[in-house]
């Protein structure tokens, strides 16, 4: 999946999650909780509604601690890649290219997980991103220009498919409007938000 280090044992192991998130989770969850903050709020704003929450990638749950301090009513579902996280957290193990459960969710959450993927595994991941939104995807995804003019190499891994965010747009375009801030809603969420709230006039 990406970079030099082919399996998810040797690319997604416990030496990977301490150098990337050991030393600063505390900033992260912060984060977290902001994004969360953000998200929830916007769907309240436009009159819709997260019940239910599918974290793809969902690494360390950072995420479910954020969703369940704003609404305890929120159902949560974490899935990993990672075969090390599964076990020592107990996620689901699954991908964001071909995950398919029996279901569809209010809220795609997908984080720092697409740029690990080559183009052609990270069209087809997007696609399941829309097989699997009923309402909202929350994405966050390194692109060239972020590791061009905004990341350093000691916070960020650069070790991933550097694209640059049109290509993003187009792909994400086919299932998604952008509402801007990493939320994206499924075109079906039309009488919920006026057109200049979206990123995406011609």
Not at 174 to 185: I, K, S, T
Request: net charge negative.
């Amino acid at each position: 999946m990406g970079g030099t280090r082919d399996t998810p044992e040797d690319r997604f192991d416990a030496g990977y999650y301490a150098k990337w998130y050991g030393s600063d989770i505390d900033t992260r969850q912060y984060i977290a909780d902001k994004a969360a903050r953000f998200v929830l709020s916007y769907a309240e704003h436009m009159d819709s509604s997260v019940t239910t929450v599918l974290d793809l990638g969902c690494g360390l749950g950072l995420w479910k601690k954020a969703l369940v301090r704003h609404n305890r009513r929120i159902r949560y579902s974490g899935v990993e890649f990672s075969p090390h996280l599964c076990r020592e957290l107990g996620w689901q193990q699954g991908d964001v290219r071909t995950y398919a459960p029996d279901a569809t969710f209010d809220l795609v959450i997908c984080q720092a997980v697409l740029q690990y993927l080559p183009d052609d595994e990270c069209a087809a991941a997007i696609v399941n991103l829309g097989r699997l939104s009923r309402r909202f995807l929350y994405l966050e995804v390194l692109t060239a220009g972020d590791a061009r003019e905004i990341c350093t190499e000691d916070g960020t891994d650069f070790d991933v498919h550097l694209r640059e965010a049109g290509w993003y747009a187009r792909e994400l375009a086919r299932h998604f409007v952008n509402l801007g801030g990493g939320l994206y809603a499924k075109p079906s969420m039309r009488p919920h938000y006026f057109e200049l709230w979206t990123t995406d006039m011609k």
